[in-house]
C-alpha cells in the first residue's frame, strides 16, 4: 500500500492512491455504512418540519454490537465502569438527543470518502486524490471510524498498540483485516500531518 497524503498549496491534502487502495478503502466505507445503517426520513423544509427534526428523539439504549457501541459510547462512566442508576439515566439522555446527529455526521463522513474515490475510478491504474480543507475533515472521521471498528473486531484496546496482531502468521484470517487496521492508521497519520504541519 503506498498512499500517503502530503499538503496541497493552499490547503487540503493529496495522496495517490492505486486501484486496489481505491478498491479497499471503498468496500471498509461501504460495510460501515451499512453497519450504522439508514438515515432518518428526510424532513420537509417547513420550519415546523425542521424544528420537529432538531428535537428528535433517538435511541436511549446502547447498541449491542460491540463496533457500535464503540462508535456510539455512553457520554457518562466509561467501558470499565459499572454505573448506577443515576449514571444510566444520565446517558441515556444524553444518547436520545446526540446519537441521531452523530449517526448521520459518520454517514455523511463515510459518504464523503465513496464519493471522492468513485470521482477516481474511472482513471485507470491509480489516481491522485485530491481533498480540499473540509473534505479532509470528513475524510478524518472517516478514517478513525474505520479504524475504530476494525480495531473492535480485532479487539484492539486503548492500552494495546495492535503489535502482537502483525506477527500474526499469513494464513491467519483476520491478518488482511490487521494489514487495514495499520494501513488506515498510516493514511490518517499522513492526513493529520499534511493539515497541521
Given at each position: 500500500m503506498t498512499g500517503q497524503f502530503e499538503p496541497l498549496p493552499g490547503g487540503g491534502a493529496?495522496?495517490?492512491?492505486?486501484?486496489?487502495?481505491i478498491s479497499i478503502l471503498r468496500s471498509l466505507a461501504v460495510q460501515l455504512l451499512e453497519?450504522?445503517?439508514?438515515?432518518?426520513?428526510?424532513?420537509?423544509?417547513?420550519?415546523?418540519?425542521?424544528?420537529?427534526?432538531?428535537?428528535?428523539?433517538?435511541?436511549?439504549e446502547p447498541p449491542s454490537?460491540?463496533?457500535?457501541?464503540?462508535?456510539f459510547p455512553d457520554a457518562y462512566g466509561g467501558p470499565d465502569a459499572v454505573p448506577d442508576d443515576g449514571v444510566r439515566a444520565a446517558s441515556a439522555e444524553f444518547r436520545r438527543y446526540t446519537e441521531n446527529d452523530l449517526r448521520a455526521r459518520k454517514r455523511e463522513d463515510a459518504l464523503a470518502l465513496i464519493r471522492a474515490l468513485d470521482a477516481l475510478s474511472a482513471e485507470s491504474g491509480g489516481a491522485v486524490l485530491r481533498l480540499k480543507p473540509d473534505e479532509c475533515r470528513q475524510w478524518l472521521g472517516a478514517l478513525n471510524d474505520l479504524r475504530l471498528a476494525i480495531g473492535t473486531r480485532l479487539e484492539v484496546t486503548d492500552e494495546d498498540d495492535g503489535g502482537e496482531l502483525l506477527r500474526l502468521p499469513d494464513s491467519d484470517p483476520r491478518k488482511p483485516m490487521v494489514l487495514a487496521y495499520f494501513w488506515l492508521g498510516g493514511l490518517q497519520e499522513t492526513l493529520v500531518e499534511a493539515l497541521t504541519g
Open positions: 493529496a495522496a495517490p492512491l492505486d486501484e486496489v487502495e453497519l450504522i445503517g439508514p438515515g432518518a426520513e428526510p424532513a420537509g423544509s417547513g420550519e415546523d418540519d425542521m424544528l420537529a427534526a432538531l428535537f428528535a428523539e433517538g435511541p436511549s454490537d460491540p463496533v457500535l457501541a464503540r462508535l
